[in-house]
């Protein structure tokens, strides 16, 4: 079957080993498993979010974070079974849910594994994190499997995504995708202990010399979903992978920057979410979520 997963539409024979612009065949590759405590306080709380990143990617930033993961397809196969098994793994160690994290280009085998797993007593939220460039079609999909949808919302100006991640219509697909994953899961419903139970939340990524972009973002939430929706805007960014050779991309963001989107949600009346402070080493550097727009 050709692949048209996201919106690259390669009409790729993965299954051919014929790669398409993810670089990854059919087979499900994973990254990385781990109990992770540093997302989101309604994601990770306590006990920790139970993520699971997957190999390869549909984007190609070259700031990305886990280039060797993303770019570099570090990690093993695994197959649906095994998937599975992981899940409901992660669920008996006490996971409040299950992260995905850049499961994009492995959505049909994905379906399935989440599928088996419910109904070998699966049971806490799972999480679609991606990178925003989705399919409207695979998201219908995936309707009534995914709890919570994290997309990255990264660029407004579409030359700025050419540039950065090697996409030419970026703000197209993401804005569809978004407003679609807002009519299937809605603003977030949370647990007692505050742990998010379903719902939406859009990432922001703040890149250096580019307030602008991060402003348009903002203000388009606004204008087509409204400030009642969750945000979440992140300040983690640090240079690595191509980004240190990049001028523009080459430093961390400042504290005038933060402070002028912080004010900027301010100004447009952003009602729900966080806003991440600033982090202290550039080669280590741990989220910390300690703006409360609540």
């Keep these: ?81 095994e998937l599975s098994n992981i899940m409901l793994s992660q669920q008996e160690k006490g996971a409040n849910n299950i992260n995905l994290v850049t499961p994009t280009i492995y959505t049909p085998k994905i379906k399935e594994a989440i599928i088996l797993s419910k109904s070998n007593g699966l049971n806490i939220p799972i999480i679609y994190n991606c990178g925003g460039y989705e399919k409207v079609d695979t998201l219908k999909e995936l309707e009534g499997l995914i709890d919570v949808y994290l997309p990255d919302f990264k660029y407004f100006n579409n030359d700025i995504a050419y540039e950065y991640s090697g996409i030419k219509n970026y703000f197209e697909n993401v804005t569809k995708a978004i407003t679609y994953m807002y009519k299937q899961v809605g603003n977030p419903i949370f647990y007692d202990n505050g742990i998010i139970k379903r719902g939406l939340i859009i990432r922001h990524l703040i890149l250096p010399n580019n307030t602008k972009d991060s402003k348009n973002v903002l203000k388009w939430i606004k204008e087509n979903i409204g400030t009642d929706v969750y945000i979440s805007i992140m300040a983690q960014y640090f240079p690595t992978n191509e980004a240190k050779n990049i001028s523009k991309l080459n430093r961390k963001i400042t504290k005038e920057e933060l402070e002028e989107i912080e004010e900027y949600v301010e100004y447009l009346g952003f009602e729900n979410g966080y806003i991440q402070e600033l982090g202290d080493n550039e080669e280590e550097y741990v989220p910390k979520f300690d703006i409360d727009l609540d």
Excluded: A, W
């Design 1 to 81: 079957m050709k692949c048209n997963i996201c919106p690259h539409e390669c009409n790729s024979l993965r299954h051919d080993n014929k790669l398409g612009f993810c670089k990854m065949n059919d087979k499900m590759k994973i990254g990385l498993v781990s109990l992770h405590y540093y997302e989101e306080p309604c994601i990770s709380g306590k006990s920790g979010s139970g993520t699971i990143f997957f190999s390869g990617c549909n984007l190609k930033c070259k700031f990305c974070q886990n280039f060797e993961i993303s770019k570099y397809h570090k990690g093993k196969y695994i197959s649906v079974e």
